[in-house]
């Protein structure tokens, strides 16, 4: 077996969309990090039945729209 193929494994905070905070063992930055999630079950319309929007942050759902504007002729 090759040396030195597998990525670090260690320990990280994760911050729910309502605040909430846990430690859990990920791949994910560096030892200590913390992982700030935008969308997740609390948030998520696959979760809640739909009747939370999901916010754009980055910018990322406008520019999908933008980008495919007309692309089926509607």
Same mark, same amino acid.
């Given at each position: 077996?090759?040396?030195? /193929?597998?990525?670090?494994?260690? #320990?990280?905070?994760?911050?729910? =969309?309502? &605040?909430?905070?846990?430690?859990?063992?990920?791949?994910?930055?560096?030892?200590?990090?913390?992982? /700030?999630?935008?969308?997740?079950? #609390?948030?998520?319309?696959?979760? =809640?039945? &739909?009747?939370?929007?999901?916010?754009?942050?980055?910018?990322?759902?406008?520019?999908?729209?933008?980008?495919?504007?007309?692309?089926?002729?509607?």
């Amino acid at each position: 077996m090759k040396a030195d /193929t597998h990525p670090d494994y260690h #320990t990280i905070k994760v911050v729910m =969309t309502d &605040g909430t905070e846990f430690t859990t063992r990920s791949t994910y930055g560096a030892e200590g990090d913390t992982l /700030t999630l935008d969308i997740d079950p #609390t948030s998520h319309p696959a979760w =809640t039945g &739909g009747d939370r929007q999901i916010m754009d942050r980055g910018g990322r759902v406008s520019r999908f729209k933008n980008k495919f504007a007309g692309f089926l002729g509607s």
